[in-house]
Nanobody, 126 residues
């Protein structure tokens, strides 16, 4: 049974930092492109950052470029999202996703992911 479990969310002031983790089990992470999506209240789920299955490329939403960094540790079956210079508009539930052999521009599309976590809340106060 595949599980993706996010952790590291919380409440932080604007300008602060948070580090999210996504622990995967039941799959071989090095075959999966990984991504973070987020969903704010009454908004659609949106792509935040992705990393290809072979780690060769990363992709970021324009709104987080230069502030967020995605990384992966296949040995620990874990993906990370380092979030710096947080803004109130970053407030959302953040979801981790795994897509078999997903890479490149496909990283931004929800339809390219096979598994999803349940999410972790990130709240940025002004």
């Amino acid at each position: 049974q595949v599980q993706l479990v996010e952790s590291g969310g919380g409440l932080v002031q604007a300008g602060g930092s948070l580090s999210l983790s996504c622990a995967a089990s039941g799959l071989t992470l090095n075959r999966y492109g990984m991504a973070w999506f987020r969903q704010a209240p009454e908004k659609e789920r949106e792509f935040v950052a992705g990393i290809s299955w072979n780690g060769g490329s990363t992709l970021y939403a324009d709104s987080v470029k230069g502030r967020f960094t995605i990384s992966r540790d296949n040995g620990k079956n874990t993906v990370y999202l380092q979030m710096n210079s947080l803004k109130p508009e970053d407030t959302a539930v953040y979801y981790c996703a795994a897509g078999l052999l997903t890479s490149g521009s496909d990283l931004r599309y929800t339809r390219r992911y096979n598994y999803w976590g349940r999410g972790t809340q990130v709240t940025v106060s002004s």
